[in-house]
């Protein structure tokens, strides 16, 4: 957290444009193409759109889902009767061919900035995570983080008053619906590298804060299983000191949160179901003695990244040892005729 929190201006006194603009044209919302300029944020670097990019946006959507054509009464009128105006769309580039294989684009934004504390607040989010961005995850932009494409303005519009977008690189499906609707595209082999990039997240002291069960939609996964972007930085913080006690692997059964010693590490694993049955807080042997084998290795002086790599080294070696596999797949069978009979599904 920066000092930035309390003593920042609201949005709107911001010192002003730089030279670049884009147009975007947002399907039947605003089908007058609007021109937006590039906010000045001091000297926080983004990713450069080609220039004079002309953007071409699907129909907004809303917290509560996509508008039809027909739902949509116009911004003014949709502000005065939701609320509520912040939308979100994802755009593609039509400018010149050779920017054709240009990544999709989202695009979240704010309407009404000028007439609206609300939207100011939401705007104030949104530049807070635009600077989070530039400032914190420049090397993982592109790469599990969405690349920033920058803040951009609208002074007056047809859109009914002043707006305000983030431009960033389009991330894909929400975590929840890609682990439901892909199970092909949803290997174990994706969801131990989502799990691996938190922790590397972790590892440069980075703290996301909205990452666990019920908030799968800040992580954003390619249909097909190739790629995943974390988002929604806007309550993110740094100075983590990460203290988780196990690799990324699966195991038998949940660790006790306080032994495992990260809460967000912990729930990332939950969430990509790495902890196979349901007895919690009863260690199965070899979780016991990767807790102890892990805590030597920190009391011998290794740092917690080499520990933690000897331990997964030690865990895959166990597991090649066949009177362990038949000791993992007799537990396994164990727990889930137990679970049966008690009426528990596979989950606590
Ligand atoms: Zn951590």
Not at 6 to 14: D, G
Not at 165 to 182: D, N
Request: a neutral charge; hydrophobic letters at 40%; glycine letters at 8%.
């Amino acid at each position: 957290m920066g000092a930035t929190e309390t003593s920042s201006p609201p949005f709107r006194s911001f010192a002003g444009h730089e030279k670049q603009s884009l147009l975007l044209t947002l399907d039947f919302a605003a089908p007058t193409t609007t021109n937006f300029h590039k906010v000045k944020l001091g000297d926080t670097q983004f990713a450069e759109l080609p220039p004079n990019s002309k953007l071409t946006g699907t129909a907004p959507y809303h917290s509560y889902g996509q508008m039809t054509e027909s739902q949509f009464p116009g911004w003014k009128d949709l502000a005065r009767i939701l609320a509520v105006s912040s939308f979100c769309s994802s755009a593609v580039i039509e400018t010149v061919s050779e920017h054709c294989d240009f990544p999709r684009l989202a695009i979240k934004g704010v309407l009404f900035l000028e007439a609206d504390e609300n939207q100011q607040e939401s705007a104030e989010r949104i530049r807070k995570e635009a600077e989070f961005y530039g400032q914190h995850l420049r090397e993982f932009q592109g790469k599990f983080v969405p690349k920033h494409y920058g803040l951009w303005h609208a002074p007056t519009s047809q859109w009914g008053g002043e707006v305000l977008i983030a431009v960033m690189e389009w991330g894909g499906m929400e975590l929840g619906a890609f682990l439901r609707h892909k199970p092909k595209s949803a290997t174990l082999a994706i969801r131990l590298r989502i799990v691996e990039a938190l922790d590397e997240l972790h590892d440069h002291g980075i703290y996301h804060t909205k990452i666990g069960k019920g908030q799968e939609r800040h992580i954003l996964c390619d249909p097909d299983g190739t790629s995943f972007r974390f988002v929604d930085f806007s309550d993110a913080v740094t100075g983590h000191d990460c203290r988780r006690m196990l690799p990324v692997r699966t195991f038998m059964s949940y660790p006790s949160q306080w032994k495992f010693g990260c809460p967000e590490a912990y729930c990332a694993r939950e969430c990509m179901l790495l902890f196979e049955a349901a007895v919690l807080h009863k260690d199965d042997v070899e979780k016991k003695l990767a807790f102890v084998k892990m805590q030597q290795f920190l009391d011998q002086g290794m740092s917690r990244k080499e520990a933690l790599s000897a331990v997964g080294n030690l865990i895959d070696h166990w597991r090649t040892i066949p009177d362990i596999q038949t000791n993992r797949a007799l537990h396994l069978a164990l727990e889930r005729k137990f679970n049966a009979n008690a009426g528990l599904g596979s989950r606590h």
